[in-house]
């Protein structure tokens, strides 16, 4: 694979310069209490969370093709070394433990160069956008839990849910009034600037203020706690000491922390990726995190991913490149010189607030609610990945997203779509019979079309669809197998089974629509008899054919069983193409698109508009189904457009029996039935408009007059 370097800065765009700069000096501003923080929970120094923010990110952001994510040290990583170390007995922030994590971050980086070579980097794409969306809001979570003790002035939390709220309860016992007042004002303060000016750098300026603050008030002295001050400086670069740690450990270890740093930081970039519509190439971003974790190691650092708080502060000032995470590299690299005094006068209430602002910004809990009001099943699965993450950890979060992701495969083709055809004298090609109720079974047969490849987990639902659909008049089973392009074993001895028994009872089984691959299938599986003895058939037609059957087909059932139905609901079911496209909100559709055209009509006074609406050409039940709701409308119109009632009316029926010659033309067939129908139109307009009825019957009666007369 080429390697292609600073790919999201070129070509760049000199427009995004002030955003992107801007971006990088907070995201440097922000990593401050991050990086140090998170490097003390993996057992380092807090130095070496800054040391850790110029190197690896400067390097991650030459080779990302990400334009957005934001390399450095991290949560995940961070809490999975500093576990480690102690079980290794090793004490944290001790000389060994300085020596021991970076042959981990080392090792770290080793694994992800062979997960590059091995163009791992593909199998994120089997984890959907629920599980993606709940493990995402877990890890923002879960890092806002970690932060909040420190709101009140204790230490950060380490752990899962329940570690999180123990220590968040014993932390509010002994909490700092003024610090938890100072961190909470600041959550409000960028709050209220986020939504009413997003642009504006409020957290650059809180943290000014706030260092000004410590440096001329008594801050301190209020029980505010600041970051500790830091020696000047840049990071020296050497081998780590691999003899400082058992090697197995360092096997075993690494590889957990590389595969987490590998799904997160993957999940996280094409979460980004997807919101803001552009592509990323997975297998070259393991490229990159495992030179910005070499970099890492060669510095005397721990492991590092994509940090997710810091990404999602660099899109609230709207960075476009990875120029953001050079200039966040660059900025650090210049306090670690010549401005580590202003560190120790930042509180760490105010830091703390702009993270927790950073990651609530990055939660995905309106997917959540859209799941829940559209699909339920992909709204538990939303919730299993993120309270995976919450309570079982990342690395459990990981394995229960991926998990989750394949059991949404299998539920998805398990429940495949599946309807029923029959013939409408309009279309050559079959239609769905709950479509429209001028579409009707063929009589003796069943046309039942299944949209997925068969295999054990559906196979069973096309079974049982069809033998209840069989009655003592069916003669032949059609199966339109367009859908299906592949079959297991389980499933080919199901239609052998089915083919069978419906052999005994006197009908035909075709399959039917299908590509050609299936039939070698079909044979491979002990099926090719059926293809043999005439019961696999390129087309529906070809089926039909065999039976005897030409065009028109006789259909079951005769249509004036239709006027059977409630009013208002047959006449949603005399719709076409509108019941095809809104389903049961079709009536709803027409009302609210005749609502937008009146509208209009008040703007541009275009009549000719309000009588097409949006759809231009409209099949002739559509549009007779429209001139019916204009019709309801009749004064309302009058009163906008300034027409008279009697040559509205006029208009209406002139359009209408326009369409009735269109059919009567081109669709003889149906000229009796559209006569039917517009009777019960009739009824229904004399029921809800019995004015506007009477106005438009006179005018039928004048137009039939006047036609009479001509003639």
């Keep these: 694979m080429k390697i292609k370097l600073a790919s999201t800065l070129r070509p760049y765009n000199r427009k995004n310069l002030t955003n992107d700069l801007l971006a990088g000096i907070v995201i440097a501003a922000v990593s401050i209490p991050i990086s140090m923080g998170y490097s003390q929970i993996a057992g380092l120094p807090a130095v070496y969370g800054l040391y850790g923010s110029v190197f690896p990110i400067i390097v991650f952001a030459l080779f990302s093709t990400s334009p957005q994510m934001i390399f450095g040290v991290d949560a995940a990583p961070a809490a999975l070394v500093g576990s480690a170390i102690v079980s290794l007995g090793i004490e944290s922030g001790s000389e060994e433990a300085m020596r021991a994590v970076p042959v981990l971050t080392f090792m770290v980086a080793v694994w992800l160069l062979i997960f590059y070579l091995l163009k791992a980097g593909r199998l994120v794409n089997y984890i959907s956008l629920p599980v993606m969306g709940g493990f995402i809001t877990g890890i923002c979570s879960t890092i806002i839990l970690m932060q909040i003790p420190k709101l009140m002035g204790g230490a950060s939390g380490v752990g899962e849910l329940i570690e999180l709220s123990e220590h968040i309860y014993h932390t509010a016992g002994h909490a700092s009034i003024p610090s938890l007042i100072l961190g909470i004002s600041t959550i409000v303060i960028i709050s ?54 058992p090697l197995s450990g360092a096997l075993s270890i690494s590889l957990s922390v590389a595969v987490v740093i590998m799904a997160e930081t993957l999940l996280a970039e094409n979460n980004f990726a997807q919101k803001n519509a552009y592509r990323i190439e997975d297998n070259s971003e393991l490229l990159a995190f495992a030179l910005g974790n070499m970099s890492a190691a060669l510095t005397g650092c721990c492991p590092m991913n994509g940090s997710v708080s810091r990404t999602a502060m660099g ?89 989750l992701s394949f059991a949404e495969m299998i539920l998805r083709t398990s429940k495949p779509v599946r309807s029923f055809l029959g013939y409408h004298p309009e279309y050559r090609e079959f239609r769905e019979l709950k479509e429209n109720s001028n579409t009707r079974p063929i009589e003796g047969v069943v046309i039942y079309k299944f949209s997925s490849s068969l295999f054990f987990g559906n196979c069973q639902i096309m079974q049982n669809d069809i033998e209840s659909a069989i009655d003592d008049d069916t003669k032949a089973v059609i199966v339109d197998g367009s859908g299906i392009t592949s079959i297991d074993i389980t499933a080919a001895e199901r239609i052998e089974n089915l083919y069978r028994n419906l052999k005994k009872q006197g009908i035909r089984l075709y399959l039917t629509e299908h590509i050609a691959d299936l039939n070698l299938q079909l044979r491979k599986l002990g099926l090719g008899y059926m293809i043999e003895e005439g019961a696999v058939r390129k087309t529906v037609t070809i089926a039909l054919k065999d039976m005897g059957y030409r065009r028109p087909y006789p259909l079951k059932g005769s249509y004036s ?77 009058v009163r906008v457009s300034g027409k008279d009632e009697v040559s509205l009316a006029d208009t209406i029926e002139s359009y209408r029996s326009k369409v009735y010659e269109r059919i009567r033309e081109e669709h003889p067939e149906l000229a009796d039935r559209f006569r039917e129908r517009r009777a019960a139109l009739d009824r229904h307009l004399e029921e809800t408009r019995p004015d506007v009825y009477e106005l438009i019957l006179k005018r039928r009666e004048m137009r039939r007059s006047r036609k009479d007369e001509k003639e």
């Design 561 to 637: 069983r239709q006027f059977t139905t409630p009013l208002k609901r047959q006449i949603s079911s005399r719709m076409q193409e509108f019941t095809w496209a809104f389903g049961e909100d079709a009536e709803h559709f027409i009302e609210k698109q005749i609502h937008l055209q009146i509208e209009q009509l008040k703007e541009t006074g275009d009549m000719d508009k309000l009588f097409h609406g949006r759809w231009n050409y409209k099949e002739e039940l559509d549009e007779d189904e429209w001139l019916e709701h204009l019709e309801e409308h009749l004064k309302e119109i």
């Design 192 to 245: 209220v600037s986020k939504k009413y000016a997003p642009k504006f750098p409020m957290a650059v300026i809180v943290m000014a203020v706030s260092a000004l603050a410590t440096r001329f008030l008594p801050v301190r002295e209020l029980g505010i706690a600041t970051l500790s001050s830091v020696e000047p400086g840049m990071p020296s670069w050497s081998i780590p000491d691999f003899g400082s740690i």
């Design 315 to 403: 899109e609230q000032y709207q960075s476009k490149s990875q120029l953001t995470g050079l200039i966040a590299g660059i900025t650090m690299a210049i306090l670690l010189i010549f401005c580590t005094g202003f560190i120790g006068y930042l509180p760490v209430p105010v830091l703390t607030a702009i993270v927790i602002s950073a990651l609530w910004g990055a939660t995905e809990f309106h997917l959540a609610r859209k799941l829940w009001k559209l699909n339920r099943d992909e709204f538990m699965i939303f919730c299993g990945a993120f309270l995976g993450v919450l309570i079982f950890g990342t690395i459990n979060g990981v394995l229960i997203g991926v998990v």
